[in-house]
């Protein structure tokens, strides 16, 4: 039997997760706190280990590299070389790499809004170029990032024992059935918490299974999300009326 594994395009890389630990610390880049992000980069990375992406390699790559800097800032150091220690590497090395992919994914997104202005002011001239279908990967969840939602998995995870098969074993209900239960039951709630979807499972095959469903929901049929409060739970709510992006077959809802 094959590996199981998950493979989602829409995770950026670590560099993107380590942007989002700085933020969501609000820290400058530069005053980036190696005991503080390495912590919190490790218990990402066990969640993301967890849905076993086939790009975790690069995760442990970067966490080794954190680890390497953090056991070196815990070392005594005679103090000439302190000051130095800043612009060593690889801690300079990595404070450079997350600047430059910064100011990348900041021209990025300037250009998406510009892009979104001008399509709303100059309709596009007709041709006979064939259409190139949109990647769903460049799709993004709105209100709550990506990096929000694997956090709010490993909350879930560490309130319950996950079964550990010796011998992997395929989800049964295909992750369609779990998408269209779960807007069922969005639909009838009118707003549910992320963590209620998993409650009754502790199989991991399962588990999975239902976070990719609401990743579905809400990059492809105009789901939305919110976090009132930073860390705290997120809701999932239904599509405003006339915004669902394509049709959804509803299933019965889960009691």
């Known amino acids: ?22 933020r969501r ?61 800043i612009e060593d590497e690889p801690r300079g090395d990595l404070i450079q790499r997350l600047l430059e992919y910064k100011r990348f994914k900041e021209a990025a997104i300037a250009l998406e ?18 259409r190139q279908e949109k990647d769903p990967a460049a799709d993004r969840i709105r209100q709550v990032e990506l990096w929000d939602l694997v956090g709010a998995l490993a909350r879930v995870l560490r309130t319950r024992t996950i079964e550990r098969e010796h011998s992997v074993r395929h989800e049964e209900e295909p992750i369609a059935a779990h998408v269209a239960r779960i807007a069922a039951r969005v639909r009838a709630e009118g707003r549910m918490p992320f963590s209620a979807f998993f409650d009754g499972t502790n199989r991991r095959g399962r588990i999975v299974a239902i976070f990719l469903a609401v990743l579905e929901l809400l990059r492809h049929h105009a789901f939305r999300a919110e976090q009132p409060v930073d860390g705290g739970e997120i ?13 959804l077959d509803d299933g019965p809802a889960d009691k």
């Not at 995760?59 to 000051?83: C, D, H, M, Y």
């Not at 809701?235 to 669902?244: A, Q, R, T």
């Open 25 to 85: 610390s609000e820290l400058d880049v530069l005053e980036l706190q190696i005991a503080r992000i390495t912590s919190q980069f490790v218990e990402f990375l066990e969640v993301l280990e967890f849905l076993d992406l086939d790009q975790v390699g690069e995760f442990l790559v970067t966490a080794g590299t954190l680890l390497e800097i953090k056991s070196r800032l815990v070392l005594p150091q005679p103090e000439e070389e302190a000051e130095a220690e």
């Open 113 to 130: 809004e510009r892009a979104a202005l001008w399509q709303d002011r100059f309709p596009r001239l007709s041709d006979e170029r064939p």
């Open 235 to 247: 809701w999932v709510m239904p599509p405003l009326p006339g915004c669902e992006r394509s049709p």
């Open 1 to 22: 039997m094959p590996d199981y594994r998950v493979q989602l395009d829409l995770y950026a890389g670590p560099l993107d997760l380590l942007l989002y630990l700085v």
